[in-house]
């Protein structure tokens, strides 16, 4: 089994919100008159990050799940945390083409546009060994985690696209798209093929809307949330689970960090948001000049 450290940034790692990305403080007025479209949306990561960009100013949040009662919930929590957020929502599949495509539209419809996508939503089933798995649930992992995250990035483009050149002509930035994925895409752990193959596969998604709409304009992150015990996280073994100890207001303040277009260097590529975003832009160069970041195959040099 690979060792996180072998695929880890010599960098602090935080488990808490901090300073830097507080979108109550540091950050607060970031997202302003910012519309955020965010799948997953009712909860755990996907909730805190729909609250957070509520506390940094966003004039509108749109929030999709498949529980309408949840999603009240957040809802009445992001009314809380910012009385002048706007807020709409509806229920979605993302693995449903039609469903994304008008939850997409509909944002739009309310609330003019898109500035900011985060494909959050996941699912994660009891692991098992490749040749003991069920194939429907094994199958459905990558529903979830491919087809979901490729329908928010097709219907959410072209807003995307238009947002990333209204605050381009504003001399801001725009036009953000964040992936999630997880620390588990670059490990190899017993039992969690389908899980980490169809995490690490959204690496390279990431990598592909950079070459894509990169000159588009489009800002696209893969962002690993670290480790926060979602109920989803409750599937996972207990060996792994009770390792689970960050808070997901962590991953929540990271995002609307990178929203806010300080690390629009970094486009296309994997980022956790344990990392120290200081230290990270410290090492801006030395990523950039390596190609640091990305799925890469590595191969013997000639000798």
């Not at 909860?43 to 799940?65: D, E, S």
Request: charged share 20%; glycine share 8%; with cysteine.
């Amino acid at each position: 089994m690979a060792s996180i450290d072998t695929q880890d940034l010599s960098v602090t790692k935080h488990h808490a919100l901090y300073d830097a990305i507080d979108p109550s403080t540091t950050l607060k007025g970031n997202a302003a008159d910012k519309v955020i479209f965010i799948t997953g949306g009712s909860k755990g990561i996907g909730q805190a990050t729909a609250i957070a960009f509520a506390k940094a100013g966003a004039k509108a949040v749109y929030i999709t799940a498949r529980s309408e009662r949840a999603l009240e919930k957040t809802r009445d929590l992001i009314q809380q945390a910012n009385p002048n957020t706007q807020c709409a929502y509806s229920t979605c599949d993302v693995t449903d083409t039609a469903q994304v495509e008008a939850a997409i539209s509909d944002c739009v419809k309310e609330f003019g546009g898109i500035d900011v996508a985060d494909a959050n939503a996941g699912y994660l089933d009891n692991w098992a060994k490749i040749g003991e798995s069920d194939p429907k649930s094994w199958w459905y992992t990558w529903e979830v985690h491919i087809k979901g995250v490729y329908h928010v990035i097709r219907f959410s483009m072209p807003y995307l696209i238009e947002s990333a050149k209204k605050w381009a002509a504003k001399g801001s930035s725009g036009g953000h798209l964040i992936l999630i994925t997880s620390v588990g895409a670059q490990l190899l752990f017993p039992t969690a093929s389908d899980y980490q193959t169809s995490k690490h596969a959204i690496n390279r998604l990431c990598e592909f809307v950079n070459v894509d709409h990169g000159q588009d304009g489009i800002k696209c992150f893969s962002v690993a949330p670290g480790g926060v015990a979602t109920d989803l996280a409750r599937n996972m073994p207990e060996d792994y689970y009770s390792h689970l100890t960050d808070t997901p207001e962590l991953p929540a303040g990271f995002i609307v960090w990178l929203a806010s277009g300080k690390a629009d260097w970094a486009t296309g590529r994997f980022l956790s948001a344990n990392w120290d975003v200081e230290e990270l832009i410290a090492l801006k160069d030395e990523i950039l000049q390596n190609d640091l970041l990305v799925n890469r195959l590595r191969v013997p040099t000639n000798s």
